[in-house]
């Protein structure tokens, strides 16, 4: 095993998956001189040539709409798009044509692209650099949606995002990117559509995402002794394994969901529809959903960290539903 | 430039047989309504012939086309099936795209037909993408985009022209100038009366030609996809031309009585057709046969769509998934 960053897993997986397949290629803004402003795809342009790293103009629209193009084409491409808040120029793009493309089509064309984008606050970016969007893409029919917490699970979610033939928006978290993980030296996949426990409990169910897996660790160290918590990291919202989900809900009765965006119409939401409309009978209390509060990230600091859940948000859920 | 005869002849033939389609798809879009079925929107694409046939007739199987809302025209040119393109008419199963598509959405991607769009200007960034992947395995298709004077408008076609210029891609963006977005003149729409030299803001080659002319639009669009297939670089065609119908079935008429005679006037199926008899390369009979089995084939196509059986509504959610 090795210790390993988010970034370098990323970086790995992107490497191994380029020589494996040449159709597999890599375009967006800055990716090839400076290896993407966030470093994920350093290096990448020395080892496989600026034919493979495609570095564009500031034009999410064009290289977004050439990638679902190409991959209609037969390429693979791991499309980079630098924030998920400058997604919103090329929603047509995605939501429209690499969503859609395949079943129009009557299953004729295959759409084998890669949407890499990084979200989240916690940085002081203010209201058009910290959005959470997952929701918007897990809403519409058509993409996977990864979402992965460690550095383990964003290398094998990667290869297997490069590797399917769908549309998957895969989304990192900006404060992960540091973080550490074990990792083994083998090549390895993880699949899309497997949640995984990340910490076994018994008597609170919290589902959560992203960075608020990291959150909902720390509150169940914070509880231990006191609330035995269950923590389940979806990995992936599109395939959803609701199954986890309502085995955990049943063998603890209580649920929490905690994930970074807002908390109203977002994906905890639905977690909650599902669980009630498909394991009312063994919740004990009601579900609740920690998220961030509903206003735009403001930029000051504090009000920054006033704005977005932290572990101590999830104990006190955990707390009103113990 | 010398056509030959058989060439000419066979593109007239497919000019005729795009009016017929339409004339047929009016009359089953009719029969629709008379039973309180309204079969989706259907915009026409008479008096547009000469642009889908001449550009179309330089291409092959392996080279794309991104069609737009109005894009029977299109199809036809590369080659579809009349037959699954008047059943997918109908939302059949033996449509174009299965029934899932509709007369916005034919697909035939093994003769390079990669559908038309619902979105006005979604198909021009997608068309970069067959276009990139041809440059990056090194082989020599070409990518064309079809699209109408109000696509024109869109920022994201500005994105595309940039980028295909930069890179030098393979791809042909052919505007339809039929003067009407919608119900909008193109005056209220575009502060200057022509597109074709914003090509030479982005480095690119850019013409202008009488769209009404199958032999103007034939000899631009060979000189083009030449450039293309060479790698010398994209081209913008701005095809002036008219449709002879109002923008889609359900809005009436509201352009000019003079403006409309004017253009009726100048007809391609006729123009093609007096060029023709004038060079002795066909006969009144020929012609008069020529319009009767045309006119005999959309009928069969008709019929076969008539009597095709609807998907089983059972199976709506397959085609989703690759």
């Known amino acids: 095993m090795r210790n390993v960053t988010y970034i370098r897993a990323l970086n790995e997986a992107i490497a191994e998956e380029m020589k494996r397949d040449e159709a597999v290629f890599v375009i967006g803004e800055d990716v090839a001189d400076c290896g993407g402003v966030f470093g994920v795809t350093a290096g990448m342009m020395k080892r496989f040539g600026r034919e493979r790293v495609r570095q564009t103009p500031i034009s999410e629209a064009a290289f977004t709409g050439l990638a679902v193009g190409a991959a209609m084409a037969g390429l693979r491409p791991i499309c980079e798009i630098m924030y998920v808040d400058f997604a919103t120029t090329c929603m047509d793009q995605i939501l429209n044509q690499a969503a859609k493309l395949r079943y129009m089509s009557g299953g004729q064309v295959t759409v084998p692209l890669v949407i890499r984008t990084q979200q989240g606050g916690g940085t002081c970016e203010a209201a058009q650099h910290s959005q959470n969007l997952e929701a918007i893409f897990a809403h519409v029919p058509g993409m996977k949606v990864a979402m992965p917490s460690t550095p383990y699970d964003a290398k094998g979610l990667l290869k297997s995002a490069i590797r399917d033939h769908n549309p998957v928006i ?12 074990e990792m083994p ?5 993880v699949p899309l559509g497997e949640a995984d426990v990340k910490r076994e409990g018994t008597d609170v169910t919290v589902v959560a995402t992203s960075l608020m897996v990291l959150r909902a660790l720390e509150a169940a160290e914070t509880l231990a002794g006191e609330v035995s918590i269950e923590v389940i990291d979806l990995r992936t919202l599109v395939p959803l394994d609701f199954e986890a989900i309502a085995a955990s809900v049943r063998k603890t009765g209580r649920l929490v969901v905690a994930q970074e965006a807002w908390t109203s119409g977002g994906f905890g939401g639905e977690i909650v ?5 498909e394991c009312f009978d063994a919740l004990v209390a009601p579900p609740k959903v920690v998220g961030s509060a509903d206003v735009p990230m403001p930029f000051s600091p504090g009000l920054e960290q006033a704005v977005l859940p932290d572990a101590d948000a999830i104990v006190d859920a955990v707390r009103a539903v113990a | 430039m010398q056509i030959a005869q058989d060439d000419l002849r066979r593109m007239l033939r ?8 339409e004339l047929t798809a009016q009359t089953l879009f009719r029969e629709g309504l008379a039973v309180g079925q309204f079969l989706g929107a259907l915009h026409s694409y008479e008096g547009e012939e000469a642009v889908a046939v001449g550009v179309c007739a330089h291409l092959r199987d392996d080279d794309c086309v991104f069609s737009s809302h109005r894009g029977h025209g299109h199809s036809i040119a590369k080659g579809a099936d009349v037959r699954a393109m008047m059943a997918e008419l109908l939302g059949r199963e033996s449509g174009i795209s299965r029934g899932r598509g509709g007369s916005m959405h034919m697909f035939a991607p093994e003769i390079g037909l990669m559908g038309g769009n619902g979105i006005v200007g979604g ?3 997608l068309a970069l993408g067959p276009a990139f992947a041809a440059q990056y395995r090194g082989t020599d298709q070409v990518s064309v985009c079809f699209f109408g004077d109000g696509a024109a408008s869109q920022g994201v076609f500005h994105e595309c022209l940039n980028l295909a210029s930069l890179w030098k891609l393979p791809v042909i963006y052919v505007c339809e100038n039929n003067l009407w977005a919608a119900t909008t003149p193109i005056c209220d729409g575009w502060p200057v009366a022509d ?8 480095g690119m080659a850019g ?11 034939y000899e631009a669009a060979g000189e083009a996809v030449g450039r293309a297939r060479e790698g010398v670089g994209p081209t913008l065609i701005e095809a002036k031309t008219y449709r002879h119908r109002p923008h889609c079935m359900v809005i009436p008429e509201h352009r000019p009585e003079d403006e409309l005679a004017d253009w009726h006037a100048r007809d391609p199926i006729a123009r093609l057709e007096g060029h023709l008899l004038r060079e002795g390369a066909i006969s009144d009979v020929e012609l008069a046969d020529l319009v009767t089995e045309v006119e005999a084939e959309l009928q069969a196509a008709a019929d076969f769509a008539r009597e095709s059986a609807s998907p089983d509504a059972a199976t709506f959610a397959d085609y989703l998934w690759a």
């Open chain 1, 273 to 277: 529809r599902r669980v009630c409309e």
């Open chain 2, 207 to 217: 013409v202008a030609v009488d769209g009404n002319d199958l032999l103007a639009v």
């Open chain 2, 195 to 202: 597109l074709a030299p914003r090509a030479e803001s982005f």
């Open chain 1, 185 to 189: 030296r083998e090549e390895y996949l």
């Open chain 2, 14 to 21: 497919l000019m005729h047989t795009i009016r017929s389609f």
């Open chain 1, 170 to 181: 895969f989304l990192e978290h900006k404060l992960l990117y540091e973080t550490k993980g």
């Open chain 2, 123 to 125: 198909g021009t960034p």
